[in-house]
């Protein structure tokens, strides 16, 4: 057996995950982290990773399915252009689309904002065997929110409770729920694709310049783009005070999309690999039944054969 054949998932995939992910020990400075990362591969190299990828993900997925005792909820957040929408679709190209599904969160509908800002996703999470992604999340309740504080006054909280530890109160809520889902089952990975302003330039661009993607623009991505520098410091306070070894960050270099996809890819294989998914096993009573069924069927299948050909010869003599 080969060095690389004896070595577990997780230790193949870790060169591609380690350097991104913070669980809340130590420190984080968002600008100590490189957007035009390649964790030395080129894009080649990457595609036969995501390839490989693709293929784990969606063996683990169907047992992860028929398993029916973990879930597993994927959190996206960038700023515009960042590549999420792109990500997911490479990512899960060929994935069963029975047991993943993709909530998108946009501005809060009337309804919504009769509830508490956590109340969209709640019902939004994934069941027992599912894998849930959430293209944006109730983080944006600590980020758009927290940039335009004006938008607190359209969610009707009591003014009394809108004080200045709104924000360190709401990160505790959000760790606090994130543990509780953990220890119900629900395995939680977070993704910030961490693009450079001169990358998202380029991407703004090329929507612009072409026509089959000047539907992805908006004018409203040029009034946030105005707001960089804050939007910036603000996902490094929910990095630093979101991140925990249950509910861990990845802070994934975003600039090469098809890098991004390696580390967000090889993420998601490698902690559906630690929870030993199998086909579950039928018990003693069941293989037994199923033998009668089988020999049932079979039999069925003889008379059908002996019936054609009778009704053949009926047919020649006629």
């Not at 703004?204 to 991505?221: C, I, T, Y």
């Amino acid at each position: 057996m080969s060095k690389k054949s004896s070595q577990s998932l997780g230790a193949e995939l870790k060169p591609f995950i380690a350097p991104f992910r913070f669980d809340g020990s130590g420190e984080f400075h968002l600008k100590s982290n490189k957007t035009n990362e390649k964790g030395g591969l080129d894009k080649d190299k990457a595609e036969k990773i995501l390839d490989a990828n693709r293929k784990r993900l969606n063996d683990f997925q169907e047992k992860l399915y028929a398993q029916d005792r973990w879930s597993l909820l994927l959190i996206f957040q960038g700023m515009d252009a960042a590549g999420k929408d792109s990500a997911i679709k490479s990512i899960f190209d060929g994935v069963n689309p029975q047991g993943c599904e993709v909530h998108s969160f946009k501005q809060p509908s009337t309804l919504e904002l009769d509830h508490d800002f956590m109340w969209r996703s709640v019902i939004a999470l994934p069941q027992r065997g599912r894998i849930g992604i959430f293209n944006r999340s109730y983080y944006e309740e600590c980020l758009v929110t927290r940039v335009h504080p004006e938008i607190l006054v359209k969610e009707k909280i009591p003014p009394k409770l809108i004080t200045k530890d709104i924000w360190r109160e709401r990160f505790e809520d959000i760790s606090a729920f994130e543990r509780y889902l953990t220890r119900n089952g629900t395995i939680i990975l977070k993704f910030f694709l961490n693009v450079s302003k001169q990358e998202q330039r380029e991407r703004f661009l090329e929507r612009l310049e072409a026509p089959s993607k000047n539907w992805k623009f908006s004018m409203a991505d040029i009034t946030e783009r105005a707001l960089w520098n804050r939007y910036q410091a603000v996902y490094q306070d929910i990095v630093r005070h979101t991140s925990t070894a249950v509910a861990p960050w990845h802070v994934v270099p975003a600039d090469h999309k098809w890098f991004a996809r390696v580390v967000i890819g090889s993420a998601i294989v490698s902690a559906l690999e630690t929870l030993d998914l199998k086909f579950p096993k039928a018990d003693k009573a069941s293989l037994e039944e199923f033998k009668h069924v089988r020999e049932a069927l079979l039999e069925e299948g003889k008379g059908g054969g002996k019936k054609a050909k009778g009704a053949k010869r009926v047919g020649k003599s006629g």
